[in-house]
């Protein structure tokens, strides 16, 4: 076992920093390369003329998911001392309901708005600036929203202890649900482009 | 659509590399992308234990900035008192870390010559309204992200990577209102 590196000794807090620094360097390069920091392109995912969002996000998601199953299966990773979010039903549901109003306005995520910044869109320094008003507002009138923060409390609650079932099997669940999206990703595209060539052609 | 139109330009200016403006470069393909942010990712939790995030680097800015004005309500307030770094901003992993995505985002667009002072937005979509519209959304991501405790860094790539139930309800709620949101304002991007 020698992963997390920060919990085995193999990397103390100076060297976490320039790791933080490091990820972020491949994470923005990421997002940029696949072209997720341009509103249009992330809208695409919503009017379904390109799903690289989907795309994207599925493709990490589930090799992350695999990575970690695998390093913990092999004994080099505890998967133990990795960060799991708490879960809260009731306020993750509805905030994320908010959060996706919010990212059909802005045309951008938190995440995505860094990246249309650093690369010159002033659409993506509005979003930060707003993102940040949005967080200080929120943060400030927590204690008058405690009831609803902290409702339905689940505590470290993963979809297989819910469910459950193995790890291994719902893995293969997301895995094959994934696959099978990505295969209908084309056709979707597809029918879009069609769609509005057709009412290119009315106009 | 603009990739394609942009693949003719590039490979005329190939053959003049003194040419000043380059065509910026199509987008590489989202599969391959996915799946080396994965790697990203899985590095993270392999390194620190801990996956990406977004939305905290703007709460510990927040924490930062009220206790800069009023230490005291900072202190009184649980939600920015635990985001208070006695060392200060710059050892806050989240912070460095976002600072990392503009560095990477910066480099990879300059790389590809995608780097333009601009407001993307739909033709019928003014200057001021687009920017109006970009911050207000920017202020009901803030709403919900604090309210679900992260965004689609913290919960959807990285709690859903985890299996985390909390954080696949964020992304149902995130996609299913985004969808119905995104419906309604269809006009903005046309």
């Known amino acids: ?203 | 659509m603009t990739s394609t139109l942009a693949q003719p330009s590039a490979a005329l200016l190939r053959d003049r590399p003194h040419a000043r403006a380059a065509a910026p470069r199509p987008y590489a393909d989202p599969y391959l992308t996915g799946f080396v942010l994965g790697l990203v990712l899985l590095a993270a939790f392999v390194l620190v234990g801990r996956g990406l995030g977004a939305t905290g680097a703007f709460a510990s800015v927040a924490a930062t900035a009220v206790d800069a004005v009023s230490s005291r309500t900072a202190q009184h307030n649980g939600f920015f008192a635990e985001r208070l770094t006695p060392d200060g901003i710059w050892r806050e992993w989240l912070v460095v870390e976002i600072a990392g995505v503009f560095a990477g985002g910066w480099a990879s667009a300059a790389l590809a010559h995608r780097l333009h002072i601009t407001v993307e937005r739909g033709a019928s979509l003014g200057v001021t309204q687009r920017l109006a519209r970009a911050a207000g959304g920017g202020v009901v991501m803030g709403v919900g992200a604090v309210l679900a405790r992260g965004c689609t860094s913290g919960q959807a790539l990285t709690g859903g990577a985890l299996l985390s139930v909390g954080s696949w309800l964020f992304m149902f709620g995130a996609f299913g209102a985004a969808y119905l949101a995104a419906w309604l304002m269809r006009s903005a991007w046309a």
């Open chain 1, 1 to 203: 076992m020698i992963a997390p590196f920060t919990e085995f000794g193999l990397l103390g807090p100076r060297g976490a920093l320039v790791a933080a620094f490091a990820i972020g360097i491949a994470f923005g390069a990421c997002l940029e390369r696949s072209g997720l920091g341009s509103a249009r392109k992330l809208m695409g995912q919503f009017d379904l003329t390109d799903l690289a969002v989907f795309k994207v996000m599925f493709s990490a998601i589930v090799t992350a998911m695999l990575g970690l199953f695998w390093l913990s299966r092999l004994g080099l990773l505890d998967v133990q001392k990795v960060y799991l979010p708490d879960t809260f039903l009731l306020p993750q549901l509805l905030g994320g309901a908010l959060f996706g109003v919010g990212f059909a306005l802005a045309g951008l995520c938190p995440g995505t708005s860094c990246v249309a910044a650093a690369t010159g869109r002033v659409d993506g320094v509005a979003v930060m600036l707003g993102m940040f008003a949005g967080v200080l507002a929120t943060g400030a009138a927590l204690p008058w929203l405690q009831r609803l923060y902290l409702a339905t409390a689940r505590g470290g609650l993963t979809l297989p202890r819910l469910l459950g079932m193995p790890e291994g099997v719902v893995i293969l669940v997301v895995v094959g649900v994934a696959l099978t999206a990505f295969g209908f990703t084309a056709r979707i595209e597809r029918r879009a482009a069609m769609s509005s060539r057709t009412s290119d052609n009315g106009v």
